[in-house]
């Protein structure tokens, strides 16, 4: 075993994300909580205190972009160690080599960080650098497992792998079984170089939340992380937005300023319902100095006077409200990453993919639920505008006062007023 210091000047966090995948083309720039899975992978290395460069391996423009804007660095792998048949590893040790490179200082130990993992918290690749620090060559993220395996051999009829099948033991009086969840890997930097292989030596085994392990390799996988990503990041801190990550808040009128409902009279004219709650949210946006917008597919009066009455600009009948909101923010200077969009249903999903924040309200289709970096507890025209506004001010919404950092699932963080 190599004695190391118990706090290495250089860890290295490198995370693989070629721009080829055959079961879910495009993966690695998939949303899950309407965030890429390579940029999710970069926030969780950046989260980890042991971490001190995080770099991204790529074959892929679009992917070194993201990279980058998430503040990681960008090695851009050759061709040849960027097809199916190339490993991990080998994207590993090129990247390694390149940093060494680039920046004239050896690394003393280095993480192989998986996209596939969405669920990766900043905990567990901090866990497994720390456990090479501490003298492990090699540390593992590793999940609680208690099933029973089976293989099913050519010649037929199922056999018992890690379990005689003619016992059927109780849980607490078996072993307990340990899965690997392929999220995070640390090694010792000079060892990894001699064994080309991220096992070798003695490896420590971190524990992680199983119910946070789940690899994306189908597009079944990549549908069940974005039913979870509105429970499970909610978790986490900071998976709600402050008002030092936003700019601007731009918010659709149908089902998310209202409840989706519309009256008509015998005259044919048409009503909806609003909450006053939310007004007062709004109000409190504008005064904290946040550019504001109702952005609609509808064109009806009733939009437009409820936008003159809360004193924001109005965008209707738009069909392509993903080109308004680019231009809008092209024409002030905002950056879409710096922008919150709140929707509930299919046509706000390419404001999602535009804006940095994109927000369901808790009664939104389930697709726009699953691609939504947040979603609220309060339903559309129950109070959801008034609920983002307290994310970003705070309860008493002047900007001041601790902000709750996850809202309990199923209970409204603030109270409709």
């Known amino acids: 075993m190599t004695v190391r210091a118990p706090h290495p000047?250089?860890?290295?966090?490198?995370?693989?994300?070629?721009?080829?995948?055959?079961?879910?083309?495009?993966?690695?720039?998939?949303?899950?909580?309407?965030?890429?899975?390579?940029?999710?992978?970069?926030?969780?290395?950046?989260?980890?205190?042991?971490?001190?460069?995080?770099?991204?391996?790529?074959?892929?423009?679009?992917?070194?972009?993201?990279?980058?804007?998430?503040?990681?660095?960008?090695?851009?792998?050759?061709?040849?160690?960027?097809?199916?048949?190339?490993?991990?590893e080998a994207?590993?040790?090129?990247?390694?080599?390149?940093?060494?490179?680039?920046?004239?200082?050896?690394?003393?130990?280095?993480?192989?960080?998986?996209?596939?993992?969405?669920?990766?918290?900043?905990?567990?690749?901090?866990?497994?650098?720390?456990?090479?620090?501490?003298?492990?060559?090699?540390a593992v993220t590793v999940a609680p497992f208690h099933g029973f395996v089976w293989r099913d051999p050519a010649t037929g009829g199922g056999t018992g792998v890690n379990h005689d099948k003619a016992v059927r033991p109780r849980r607490q009086d078996r072993p307990q079984d340990l899965l690997e969840t392929?999220?995070?890997?640390?090694?010792?930097?000079?060892?990894?170089?001699?064994?080309?292989?991220?096992?070798?030596?003695?490896?420590?085994?971190?524990?992680?939340?199983?119910?946070?392990?789940?690899?994306?390799?189908?597009p079944h996988d990549l549908a069940r992380a974005r039913a979870l990503a509105p429970l499970l990041d909610a978790e986490r801190p900071g998976a709600l937005p402050r008002r030092t990550d936003v700019d601007a808040v731009v918010l659709d009128f149908d089902g998310t300023q209202t409840d989706d409902r519309v009256l008509i009279d015998s005259d044919?004219?048409?009503?909806?319902?609003?909450?006053?709650?939310?007004?007062?949210?709004?109000?409190?946006?504008?005064?904290?100095?946040?550019?504001?917008?109702?952005?609609?597919?509808?064109?009806?009066?009733?939009?437009?006077?409820?936008?003159?009455?809360?004193r924001i600009p109005v965008l209707?009948?738009?069909?392509?409200?993903?080109?308004?909101?680019?231009?809008w923010c092209e024409e002030r200077g905002i950056a879409p990453e710096r922008v919150l969009y709140a929707g509930n249903d299919v046509n706000d999903l390419p404001c999602f993919a535009l804006a940095g924040w994109p927000v369901a309200v808790a009664n939104a289709h389930d697709v726009v639920r699953g691609a939504a970096r947040a979603v609220t507890t309060a339903r559309g025209g129950d109070g959801a505008i008034r609920e983002i506004a307290t994310w970003l001010l705070g309860p008493s919404l002047d900007g001041s006062g601790p902000v709750p950092d996850s809202p309990t699932p199923g209970n409204s963080s603030t109270p409709n007023s």
């Open 9 to 88: 000047a250089r860890v290295l966090a490198v995370v693989p994300a070629r721009g080829g995948s055959k079961g879910v083309p495009g993966k690695n720039l998939a949303t899950v909580g309407g965030v890429p899975l390579v940029v999710r992978a970069v926030r969780a290395c950046r989260a980890a205190p042991h971490v001190t460069d995080v770099i991204v391996s790529t074959d892929d423009p679009a992917i070194a972009e993201a990279a980058r804007l998430a503040d990681a660095e960008v090695v851009l792998r050759p061709a040849a160690l960027a097809d199916d048949t190339a490993t991990s």
């Open 316 to 327: 209707h009948g738009i069909d392509r409200k993903d080109l308004a909101l680019k231009q």
């Open 91 to 138: 994207a590993v040790l090129h990247a390694l080599d390149a940093h060494e490179s680039r920046h004239g200082h050896p690394v003393d130990v280095v993480l192989l960080v998986q996209c596939t993992s969405p669920f990766l918290t900043g905990a567990d690749v901090d866990a497994v650098a720390a456990a090479v620090a501490r003298g492990a060559d090699t």
């Open 182 to 218: 392929g999220a995070a890997y640390a090694m010792a930097a000079p060892g990894f170089r001699t064994a080309r292989h991220r096992f070798f030596g003695r490896t420590a085994l971190v524990r992680t939340d199983a119910a946070r392990v789940l690899e994306i390799d189908d």
């Open 268 to 310: 044919g004219r048409e009503t909806v319902a609003v909450h006053r709650g939310d007004g007062l949210g709004i109000a409190a946006l504008r005064e904290a100095g946040l550019a504001l917008l109702v952005l609609s597919t509808e064109r009806n009066p009733v939009v437009a006077a409820r936008a003159r009455k809360l």
